[in-house]
């Protein structure tokens, strides 16, 4: 069987969608479905900044879509926040520091109520991660996976409302990242009781080189019964 390569991308039933925020915006993204079976959970990914050149195609982001679907059965929801653009389009409005984006995550969910998706689980990367703690501790939402958490617009209020939901919470950070390295991300996190710091040794913020232990960490909490993600495909005839 061939290895999953950097470049693979399996069957899933992929399409164009478009969300629709409470401020009149519209914001592009992509829906990945498993190829045969309903989804036993759903991703809900939120890039990094788009000031820095994130986007809805960063590369862990597009690789959870390219293979989760098919590995873990999972549906993969993709969408650029606001202003933000990728080859799928632009989505309209402009950035807002983490302000405005609160109503570009309300829309994400709402697109998953709309289209009947179970267990939504948030995957936030960098800036992701702040609007997953400032807007995601929300009824519809299981838990969260935070990937290189810098803690930078996000508030102590918002770990406490984590906190309180008692809603599963997992941080995977790199062992150089530039902003928040896991000794630190320890302190931070304890306010969080249920929050499992998981330090990745040698990984930088952009974790280069280390997509399968990211997707791996994310399968493991979401859908245990797939872990660990195979590292072979077989190809359909």
Known sequence: MPDIRANTV????????????????????ELALPPVDPPVATLVC???????????????????????????????????????????GTSQ???DNAVGEKFDVAAALDL??????????????????????????????VGAVLISPPLRFSEPSDLQSWAESGKPLTALVPEHDDFLQPPEARERFAVVPQCDVVAVEGAKHLFVGYTERVLDEVVARVNPAAHPLPTTYEEQQ
């Open 46 to 88: 939120l890039h990094p900044l788009p000031t820095q050149g994130g986007f809805m195609d960063s590369h862990l982001l597009k690789k959870a879509s390219y293979r989760l679907p098919a590995l873990a059965d999972l549906a993969v929801l993709r969408f650029n926040t606001r202003g933000t653009t990728s080859p799928r």
């Open 93 to 95: 409005g402009s950035f």
């Open 10 to 29: 399996l069957p899933a039933q992929r399409r164009d969608v478009v969300l629709h925020t409470a401020d009149g915006l519209e914001l592009v993204g």
């Open 112 to 141: 998953c109520e709309a289209e009947d998706l179970p267990s939504i689980w948030l995957v936030g990367w960098s800036f992701g991660t702040d609007l997953a703690l400032k807007y995601g501790c929300d009824p519809s939402v």
